[in-house]
Each structure stands twice: as structure tokens, then as C-alpha cells.
């Protein structure tokens, strides 16, 4: 969670190029498309590269201060420190699948995605346990198995992304840097990079002080945290469609067709939230289940499910509001109100 709250401020900045690829994509100004992608990848993945750096360089130090179980303390140093390499592979991934996704493909993202997961569930195998003829590392091994991973969607990504049909229609060959360019991204990017990063500086705060508490209540958390993504992640793929619609109608100055995709996004989200509530209250037993069989830690988590019931209804409401707001440009409100109220 921590490495995700350092690693978030350059992720949410990156986002960005979805809202400036939708907008050209909508007004019909396809070949200015690519231009955006460069610039995103010169901007945000240079400074990303500094703090794999410091991830690498100053990861005990950093979980010393944050003062976890003393259990946990070694493999959350291990973990951190191997998970440093992979940190600007991650921001690249990300910055070319916001292009892929601003003009409407996001199947080529999904495609590298699934690739890359699988690349780093044969290495979790080797790496983690000393399997095919790979050394055993442990902790450390899942660490640079998901590095490796995040490098891999990246370059899967890059080779499409400069790919002859790609040039022709979207601009994507090599273009310099424009520092123009790079300054209005980063006026749109940043505050939405703060906003992902003040948001998750208050979670990890309150996580730091649930791993204090010792094994079993840092195990319910992180079981909840798990389920709770499966109604998060399709909020966040809805919140994307919606970011990229928006996006190219309010290119295509057709402003009814965008608050409609805003509403229609809504209305999905609002299914998908009540069919996991559902579950997190009528089947908890099972669904912990699938993480641990520890009586303590299931005693603990039976609580949370029904809190989380609730929680993620407003939770993914608010990710399809941030969507419809960024890809409309609006990037400083919705970092004001989530500062707000997730402090």
C-alpha cells in the first residue's frame, strides 16, 4: 500500500494523455493524437525513475519509521526494495495505455495486461519457491517477478504503439520533446496525481496503524482491501470509459451525448455496486475464505465486509464523477474534494 501511495502521484499525473488523446480524437484532430503520448513519457517517467531509486536505496529506512509487527518488518523491506525496479516501467505502462484508451481501444491495454500478469505469475512460481531452475527468493522473488512484469506491459504496449498503422492514423512516430506540450500536461496531470496521492497517504496512515496491531488484524485488512477491489476495478474500467466519452464529445462540442455517457456510467456502476454489496453481506464466509482460514482473522474481517458494503457504493459513485470531471478537464476539484474528505 505504501509503494502504491509513492508510486500514485506519478501514475495519476500520466492519466492525463487520456484526457488530451479523447479531446483531439473527438474534434477530429486524429494525427495529434501520439504527440501526447511522447510528451507523457518524457514528463512523468524520467522523475519516476528517481524514486525506484530511492525505493531501492532507502526502503528499510522507510519501514523502520512506519513501525510495522516486527514479523512482517524484513519481508516488507525485502518486498519494497525489489519492487523499486520496476516503478518506471509501471508509469510507462501507464502513460501508453491512457493513449490507447483516449481514442477508444482499450483491448490492447487489457491484451498486454493479461500477457504481462501471466509473465509474472510463471515467475512468482520460479522466483518465490526456487522453481524451474530459478533461485529461491521468497518475498524478494514476488518483488522482481512483478518488476519484470510491469516492464514487460510496457515494451508489449510500446511495440503496438509503433506499429505502421498506428503512425499513419495517430501520429505515433518518434517526435522530440515539446516543452509546451509537457507544461500543459503536467498543469492537467499534476493536481490529479496529488489527488491520488493524498487520497492514498491517508489510507496508508491508517493501514500503517492497523499493521501495528499485529498479524491477524493487518490479515483481515488486507483480505477486505482484496475484496473490495472487485468492485472497485470495475468502477475504475467504468470510470475510464466514461474519462474517454466525455473526453471525445466534448471534442466533438456534442455536450448532450457527454453528460449522457456521465449518467449511463452512473447507472452501470450503481448495478455492479449492488450486486458486490450483496455479496460482501449474504456470503462473507466464503469469500474470506478464499485468504485464510484463521479464526481470528475471520472474526475480525466479518465486520469489515459489512462496512464495506456500504463504503463501496459512494466509493465507486465517486470514481465515475472523477472520470466524467477529467476527461472534461477538470482536474483541481475533484483533487480539493478528495483531499478533504478522505483526510
Known amino acids: 500500500v505504501w509503494l502504491w501511495t ?3 502521484l506519478f501514475v495519476g499525473t500520466t492519466t492525463c494523455v487520456q484526457t488530451f488523446v479523447s479531446q483531439h480524437f ?6 495529434a493524437c501520439g504527440a501526447w503520448a511522447w510528451q507523457g513519457l518524457y514528463a512523468i517517467v524520467p522523475v519516476s525513475l528517481l524514486l525506484g531509486v530511492g525505493l531501492f536505496a532507502g526502503s528499510g529506512a522507510l519501514i523502520t519509521w512506519l513501525e ?6 524484513p519481508f516488507a523491506i525485502d518486498y519494497l526494495t525489489t519492487r523499486g525496479y520496476g516503478v518506471p516501467g509501471l508509469v510507462a505502462a501507464v502513460t501508453l495505455s491512457s493513449f490507447f484508451r483516449g481514442f477508444g481501444d482499450t483491448r490492447t491495454p487489457l491484451y498486454a495486461t493479461v500477457f504481462a500478469n501471466l509473465v509474472n505469475v510463471v515467475l512468482d512460481y520460479g522466483l518465490i519457491f526456487g522453481k524451474l531452475g530459478l533461485p529461491e527468493l521468497g518475498v524478494a522473488g514476488a518483488g522482481i517477478a512483478t518488476s519484470i512484469a510491469e516492464w514487460t506491459n510496457f515494451f508489449v504496449l510500446f511495440f503496438f504503439f509503433r506499429s505502421k498503422a498506428l503512425m499513419r492514423a495517430f501520429g505515433t512516430q518518434f517526435i522530440r520533446p515539446n516543452r509546451e506540450q509537457m ?15 493524498l487520497e492514498m497517504a491517508s489510507f496508508a496512515i491508517f493501514l500503517t496503524l492497523v499493521a501495528r496491531m499485529g498479524d491477524a488484524p493487518m490479515a483481515a485488512s488486507q483480505a477486505f482491501i482484496s475484496l473490495l477491489s472487485i468492485s472497485f476495478m470495475q468502477a475504475q474500467g467504468l470510470g475510464i470509459a466514461v474519462t474517454t466519452l466525455v473526453g471525445q464529445y466534448i471534442g466533438a462540442r456534442d455536450f448532450d451525448a457527454a453528460e ?14 449492488g450486486v458486490v454489496g450483496a455479496m460482501l453481506v449474504l456470503i ?4 474470506l475464505g478464499l485468504y485464510s482460514d484463521d479464526p481470528r482473522v475471520l472474526a475480525l474481517a466479518r465486520p469489515l465486509m459489512m462496512v464495506g458494503a456500504v463504503f463501496q457504493i459512494f466509493d465507486a459513485l465517486a470514481i465515475i464523477a472523477d472520470g466524467g470531471l477529467r ?3 477538470d482536474t483541481r ?11
Open 6 to 8: 509513492l508510486v500514485s
Open 26 to 31: 473527438g474534434s477530429g484532430n486524429h494525427t
Open 68 to 73: 510495522p509487527d516486527a514479523s512482517i518488518t
Open 183 to 197: 507544461r500543459r500536461l503536467l498543469r492537467t496531470g499534476l493536481p490529479v496525481g496529488a489527488q491520488w496521492w
Open 260 to 273: 449522457r455517457s456521465f449518467y449511463s456510467g452512473i447507472r452501470l456502476c450503481l448495478i455492479i455496486a
Open 284 to 287: 462473507p464466509e466464503p469469500l
Open 327 to 329: 476527461g472534461a478537464g
Open 333 to 343: 476539484w475533484p483533487m480539493i474534494a478528495r483531499f478533504l474528505l478522505s483526510w
